[in-house]
């Protein structure tokens, strides 16, 4: 299985800030990777794919990619209380493997 | 939007009992996956299945589990004898196939194994 690691967390940000999670892979070839975000007892819930090395914006939402570092990013601005979730990094080689999870708390 | 369904959402079984858990994935998708997360766990993959075969199963998927699509829209999975460790979310999804493809997750079955 490939390895995909996230900071676990707790990330507790105030209302209308920036949060920022970062995950990194293990395995060089990978080239597609995906943000979830998951409620308490729910499923994973789709935020956005990024394949090419840079910036892909939507919405309040920026993924970044380096492939040379392996790394993975996601900004939230502007967080919102409805934002408050667990946030899954997953790598798709034709099926998914996830990073634990960050979990996002937005104060009001 | 069409959206991938799953039943039961709640099923509770005693030890050593066989469970199958249904999921009817988006109609035109043709890959089908299977997912479980243990409570306070991350998101692990069991198996993936396409045209009427496995395509990829993960060590988890042991002789216990198999699947199956009986008909043109289910998609089950099935334990054989469960285990108390069985006891996990389990997360049917479904996708188009490659791996630039997203996977689409029901909202799952909790399976609780006493």
């Known amino acids: 299985q490939k390895e995909v690691e996230q900071n676990s967390g707790p990330l507790s940000v105030p209302e209308g800030a920036i949060a920022s999670l970062n995950c990194t892979y293990s395995?060089?070839?990978?080239?597609?990777f995906f943000w979830y975000r998951q409620y308490s007892g729910k499923s994973p819930e789709l935020i956005m794919s990024?394949?090419?090395?840079g910036d892909k914006e939507d919405g309040r939402f920026t993924a970044q990619l380096n492939k040379a570092s392996q790394y993975v990013s996601l900004l939230i601005r502007d967080s919102q209380p409805s934002d408050s979730a667990t946030y899954l990094c997953?790598?798709?080689?034709?099926?998914?493997?996830f990073g634990a999870g960050t979990t996002v708390t937005v104060r009001a | 939007e069409p959206e991938v369904t799953q039943t039961p959402s709640h099923q509770v079984t005693q030890m050593g009992q066989e469970v199958i858990l249904r999921c009817v994935p988006i109609?035109?998708?043709?890959?089908f996956y299977w997912y479980r997360q243990i409570l306070g766990q991350k998101v692990e993959f069991l198996v993936s299945f396409y045209n009427n075969e496995i395509s990829e199963k993960s060590e988890i998927f042991d002789d216990q589990f198999s699947v199956e699509r009986p008909d043109g829209s289910n998609f089950t999975l099935k334990i054989r004898s469960t285990k108390l460790e069985d006891s996990a979310m389990y997360f049917c999804?479904?996708?188009?196939?490659?791996?630039?493809?997203?996977?689409?997750f029901g909202p799952g079955t909790r399976l609780l194994v006493l």
């Open positions: 997953a790598v798709n080689d034709y099926k998914l493997s």
């Open positions: 999804a479904s996708g188009l196939g490659t791996d630039q493809e997203t996977q689409y």
């Open positions: 990024i394949y090419s090395n």
């Open positions: 395995d060089r070839g990978s080239q597609s």
């Open positions: 109609s035109n998708h043709l890959y």
